[in-house]
Nanobody
Framework: QVQLVESGGGLVQAGGSLRLSCAASGRAFSSYAMGWFRQAPGKERECVAAIGWTGGTTYYADSVKGRFTISRDNANKAVYLQMNNLKSEDTAVYYC?????????????????WGQGTQVTVST
């Protein structure tokens, strides 16, 4: 069992940066692949970044590639999403999720545990 709590969301101007954090509880955190998803109003929840259990493999959605960076700290049971050069289309609720597998994946169906989400709003 893994419990996830996101933080770091907020209101930022276009071109700005935010760093999202996800604090996890549970003994097996280091064995799970982790992902960041987002859901904008009226849209499907989509994976924007994923990281494998060692942190050595990362995947990104094309829309955020080069602007977002996912990382993890297994010792402190945390995963992060650094978001730079934010755009209005990045406005969404961002969710941290843990997959019931170690290899990185962007497939939503592979994720078993979810946080409550944190709102990111980018103003123009």
């Amino acid at each position: 069992q893994v419990q996830l709590v996101e933080s770091g969301g907020g209101l930022v101007q276009a071109g700005g940066s935010l760093r999202l954090s996800c604090a996890a509880s549970g003994r097996a955190f280091s064995s799970y692949a982790m992902g960041w998803f987002r859901q904008a109003p009226g849209k499907e929840r989509e994976c924007v970044a994923a990281i494998g259990w060692t942190g050595g493999t990362t995947y990104y959605a094309d829309s955020v590639k080069g602007r977002f960076t996912i990382s993890r700290d297994n010792a402190n049971k945390a995963v992060y999403l650094q978001m730079n050069n934010l755009k209005s289309e990045d406005t969404a609720v961002y969710y941290c999720a843990a997959a019931d597998r170690g290899r990185a994946t962007m497939l939503r169906g592979e994720y078993k545990y979810w946080g409550q989400g944190t709102q990111v709003t980018v103003s123009t």
